[in-house]
Every structure is written in structure tokens, then in C-alpha cells.
Antibody, heavy 118, light 107 residues
């Protein structure tokens, strides 16, 4: 069974960079799929941030592209997100996810709350 | 990218059926093959309940069904149960993923 687990700081200061990682178990990242980051601001809806393949091919939400860097470490079975120049609007629960088999998100991590505050 | 449009809330009584619609400005939701739906209970991660417009993952109740008509995709929940009370999100893939704003279902 595929399992995903987010990790990273729970609090960052405005204008800083937040770095998050997602560790995958039960499935090798190198076996395929685009691995995704999705966030949810408190009391708000879901927002796709970006996705990366095991080869490093990436694509991201046009509204966030300029601040987003995605990377993958096949040896650790992890993929990561860096979001630069954060503001209070970036306060959210950040989820990592994998498709069930196609263009959906069938497997999710439990989520990690990141608060942007000085 | 604007979010897809869903009703903010719907309600129904146990045993009844409800339908949640999903449309989009500048997006052909009704013609997109990759519409998915998610159920989210408070403080939990979303759960995939419909993919590819009409398909149900194994383990998801057949009370949940997806459809398309015109420019709209819809999620229908039949024979409502108390445990169905949750937030529901539509999502589609078109050169990236776009989510609906979410619908709060009260049972």
C-alpha cells in the first residue's frame, strides 16, 4: 500500500523560503507517475501547487510558478517542494499526493500545517 | 487560473439523494475526460471517490456516482447517510490540475 508522509518546518517567517519533503513508502518513485504538492489554506479549498516525475520533469500552477521549485531524490524515495518569498497567504496545510493510476490524486499524505508568521 | 465553480453548500436528509455540480469559467468541464471528485472530513486529507468522470475506486460505496452533461460535471450521492457529511471537491486535469471551491454537505 502506497503511503506518503510530509515533513518540514511548521513555522516560517515572511519573505523566507519554506522547504518541504514527502517520503514515499510502499512504492518506488522510479516506477512512474507524477508526484504532486497540493495545499489548503485554513477554511479554504484545495490548490494544486505542482507535480514532478521521477525523471525530474515538472509543471506547476501558473500562479505559483515563479516561486516554486520541485525536486526528486530517487535514492531516498522522496520528492520536495521549495516555495520562496512566503507571505501570510502561504499559510496552509501542505499535502503530497500520487495519482491512483491517471489524472487524479488517489493517495495522499496526512498533510503538514505550515504557518507563515514573524 | 480561476477555481471551478461549485455550490457552497447542499443539504439532505438520511435516505435522500443530492447532486453537486461543477462548472468552470473558460474550462470545458462537461467535455473533460479527467474529472475527479474528493471527499474531505474535518482535519483529514481528501479521499478520492470518483475518477475519470464516472469511475469509482475499489472500496468506495456505489452510492457515489459521477456524470457529465453539457458544460457541467456532477456528483450524486444516493441514500444519504450521516457519515456522508463532509466537504466535496471536484477537480479536473487540463495542462495542470484545477480544483473546485468545495461544497459543504450537511446531512
Amino acid at each position: 500500500q502506497v503511503q506518503l508522509q510530509e515533513s518540514g518546518p511548521g513555522r516560517v517567517k515572511p519573505s523566507e523560503t519554506v522547504s518541504l519533503s514527502c517520503t514515499v513508502s510502499g512504492f518506488s518513485i522510479s516506477n512512474g507517475f507524477f508526484w504532486a504538492w497540493i495545499r489548503q489554506a485554513p477554511g479554504k479549498g484545495l490548490e494544486w501547487i505542482g507535480s514532478i516525475s521521477y525523471t525530474g520533469t515538472t509543471f506547476s500552477n501558473p500562479s505559483l510558478t515563479s516561486r516554486v521549485t520541485l525536486s526528486v531524490d530517487v535514492s531516498k524515495n522522496q520528492f520536495s517542494l521549495k516555495l520562496t518569498s512566503v507571505t501570510a497567504a502561504d499559510t496552509a496545510v501542505y499535502y503530497c499526493a500520487r495519482p491512483r493510476s491517471g489524472f487524479d490524486f488517489g493517495f495522499w499524505g496526512p498533510g503538514l500545517l505550515v504557518t507563515v508568521s514573524s | 487560473q480561476s477555481a471551478l465553480t461549485q455550490p457552497a453548500s447542499v443539504s439532505g436528509s438520511p435516505g435522500q439523494s443530492i447532486t453537486i455540480s461543477c462548472t468552470g469559467p473558460n474550462v470545458d468541464v462537461g467535455g473533460n475526460k479527467y474529472v475527479s471528485w474528493y471527499q474531505q472530513h474535518p482535519a483529514q486529507a481528501p479521499k478520492l471517490i470518483i475518477f475519470d468522470v464516472t469511475q469509482r475506486p475499489s472500496g468506495v460505496s456505489n452510492r457515489f456516482s459521477g456524470s457529465q452533461s453539457g458544460s457541467t460535471a456532477s456528483l450524486t450521492i444516493s441514500r444519504l447517510q450521516a457519515e456522508d457529511e463532509a466537504d466535496y471537491y471536484c477537480c479536473l486535469y487540463e495542462r495542470g490540475w484545477l480544483f473546485g471551491g468545495g461544497t459543504k454537505l450537511t446531512v
